[in-house]
């Protein structure tokens, strides 16, 4: 079974400044993907960036990037330029083939003035 | 348009009364999901369906029945509510396989359900 891991509960970082939010998980699939999505208090919850494991290349959607470290099953989101409205709750997912998506237990972040 | 919508968003009701959560998507997805995030936010897959057909039941108690009239809708159905019940419902969809779709994963907006 796939286990996805998020050791920090909660976060606080400046406006402007660079944050980075930790994931691991762990899996005995060679080819899946894996998902950055964004709850703020709306609830809504939207995709923020998503990597499928057989591209080295790491993904990157304006301010937000991903470190992918396929070796040791570390999927950490960057968020340059921090803005007020990144204030959320943060969840990292997996899926591989016809399985749902495994969710780690968030992140919240708080982007402060 | 609303790529997948919930209804209703909230829901407030009394213990032991059956409640139904109902879910459509418009995207032509294959695949629909319901997860239940609890009260400390965790996310957890209750059921998926493909092709109206159930293909993941997690343990969930068997006073939730999901059905599933047609590719585009997937209902939730809870009979005798208890307080533990109370959470956030989100409905999801996807495509399963197809090449590039990364097999991602849309939300509803939540339904959120207060049992008292």
């Known amino acids: 079974a796939q286990t996805v891991t998020q050791s920090q509960p909660e976060m606080s970082v400046q406006e402007a400044e660079t944050v980075t939010l930790s994931c691991t998980y762990d899996t005995s699939e060679s080819n899946y993907y894996l998902f950055w999505y964004k709850q703020p208090p709306s609830r809504q919850m939207i995709l923020v960036i998503r990597q499928e494991a057989y591209k080295q290349q790491n993904a990157t959607e304006n301010r937000f990037s991903v470190n992918f470290q396929k070796a040791a099953k570390s999927f950490s989101l960057k968020i340059s330029d921090s803005q007020l409205g990144d204030t959320a709750m943060y969840f990292c997912?997996?899926?591989?083939?016809?399985?749902?998506?495994?969710f780690g237990k968030g992140t919240m972040l708080l982007v402060s003035p | 348009d609303t790529a997948v919508s919930q209804t209703p968003k909230y829901l407030v009701t009394q213990m032991g009364n059956d409640k139904s959560i109902k879910c459509e998507q418009n995207l032509g997805h294959d695949t629909m999901y319901w997860y239940k995030q609890d009260s400390k936010k965790f996310l957890k897959i209750m059921f998926s369906?493909?092709?109206?057909?159930?293909?993941i039941n997690e343990t969930v108690p068997n006073r939730f029945s999901p059905k599933s009239p047609d590719k585009a809708h997937l209902n939730l159905h809870i009979n005798s509510l208890e307080l533990g019940d109370s959470a956030v419902y989100f409905c999801a969809s996807s495509q399963i396989g197809e090449p590039n779709s990364y097999n991602e994963q849309f939300f509803g907006p939540g339904t959120r359900l207060t049992v008292l």
């Open positions: 997912a997996f899926v591989s083939g016809y399985s749902t998506l495994t």
């Open positions: 369906y493909n092709n109206k057909e159930l293909i």
